[in-house]
Nanobody, 120 residues
Framework: QVQLVESGGGLVQPGGSLRLSCAASGSFVRINAMGWYRQAPGKQRELVATITLIYNTNYADFVKGRFTISRDNAKNTVYLQMNSLKPEDTAVYYC??????????????WGQGTQVTVSS
């Protein structure tokens, strides 16, 4: 079993910054891709950013130039640095990981979510 624990959410004013963290723990061979998704009230969950084991990154158009995803493989942790936050960034942010649980199989895991609210 694998657990993803997020931290770093909160209330911030427009134009401000937050840094989200997500640490993976449990039994696994390796963590392949990690990423962040978000879900605003009344909307579907959407991809924010992903990062592979070899640090290739992918961003949604609405966060390019503002958000940066990174990971520390030694700590099994992924980060999301969010700058120039806008009210429309308000959502619950979820950590996602594709985990190698054996040599030949992978599983997808989700964190419990952390609330980010951008408001003056």
């Amino acid at each position: 079993q694998v657990q993803l624990v997020e931290s770093g959410g909160g209330l911030v004013q427009p134009g401000g910054s937050l840094r989200l963290s997500c640490a993976a723990s449990g039994s696994f061979v390796r963590i392949n891709a990690m990423g962040w998704y978000r879900q605003a009230p009344g909307k579907q969950r959407e991809l924010v950013a992903t990062i592979t084991l070899i640090y290739n990154t992918n961003y949604a158009d609405f966060v390019k130039g503002r958000f940066t995803i990174s990971r520390d493989n030694a700590k099994n942790t992924v980060y999301l640095q969010m700058n120039s936050l806008k009210p429309e960034d308000t959502a619950v942010y979820y950590c996602n990981a594709i985990v190698g649980v054996s040599t030949w199989s992978t599983r997808e895991y989700w964190g419990q979510g952390t609330q980010v609210t951008v408001s003056s």
